[in-house]
């Protein structure tokens, strides 16, 4: 039995890997950058199994799988972790092939993957699917437009799964963090551009991938018999904020018609002095 953890070569994933190794799992941990994936192998030991593997191409996922040892093709628990953002711009102004990349890669791979290893958890009636959604999918922002469109699928898509599951014995939760730092995920967003990215964190106590990795490593280990749908977490440094309401400017008659209505006031109460 073995975790399949995607998105392994940095942030949430690299500490996932490290947390569920140390406790004694067997990790296969995937992603492109192979050099980051050897370098982790070499720190975990043989609890640790490198897989490159492009989950925004289903043939790159599934010689991934096809590739893996025998020993490691029975997965227990797979964590759907690789997705990006890209851009922050309004819809008008955004980058289509932004967009085609973010649903590439956070919808179409993680179903995909998820495709090739949920029958044999049915089949075995035991397995976890833990995807990563984001605070994103229920709450919209400027600038996330087609980013929490896919999070908010990735919320509908794992309360949709543990429908089709019930009795199956396969759990399914979704991990919907906030406000997260020392990641990739805003140098990614913002495309190299470190010093942009680096000012969403400033003075902010956010969280980090340990506390997202704790979270999945404490969903894991729950009983059998216990399935959390759904798990959200801000730093205690967000919160919500009201409904922003546009204003449109007074016409000019109507301005006018205020500023006489000032005017007309301002001498009522001069006059007024005059009697006191």
Not at 169 to 185: K, Q, W, Y
Request: glycine residues 8%; negative net charge.
């Amino acid at each position: 039995m073995a975790i399949l953890i995607t998105g392994a070569s940095a942030g949430f994933g690299e500490a996932m890997c490290r947390a569920f190794a140390g406790a004694g799992y067997y990790v296969i941990g995937a992603a492109r950058r192979k050099e980051k994936l050897d370098a982790l192998q070499a720190e975990l030991g043989d609890r640790f199994f490198p897989l490159q593997m492009d989950v925004s191409h289903t043939e790159s996922v599934y010689q991934a799988l096809q590739s893996l040892p025998e020993h490691l093709q029975e997965i227990d628990c797979l964590i759907n972790n690789a997705g990006l953002a890209l851009g922050l711009d309004s819809a008008d102004k955004a980058e289509f092939d932004d967009w085609q990349t973010m649903i590439q890669t956070n919808i179409i791979g993680l179903t995909y993957l998820t495709r090739q290893v949920l029958p044999k958890m049915v089949e075995r009636k035991s397995g976890y699917i833990i995807n990563l959604g984001s605070i994103a999918g229920t709450y919209p922002y400027p600038g996330g437009n087609v980013y929490g469109a896919t999070k908010a699928y990735v919320r509908q898509f794992s309360l949709n799964l543990r429908a089709d599951l019930a009795g199956t014995g396969v759990r399914v939760s979704n991990i919907e963090p906030g406000l997260c730092g020392d990641t990739e995920f805003s140098n990614v967003r913002f495309k190299g551009d470190d010093e942009r990215a680096g000012k969403l964190y400033e003075n902010v106590q956010f969280i980090n991938p340990k506390d997202i990795a704790d979270t999945a490593l404490w969903l894991y280990q729950r009983p059998a018999h216990m399935n959390v749908n759904s798990i959200e977490i801000m730093p205690v440094a967000q919160s919500f904020g009201a409904l922003p309401v546009h204003r449109e400017a007074p016409p000019p008659a109507e301005a006018a018609h205020a500023d006489f209505d000032k005017q007309s006031m301002s001498l009522f109460q001069k006059i007024k002095g005059w009697f006191k």
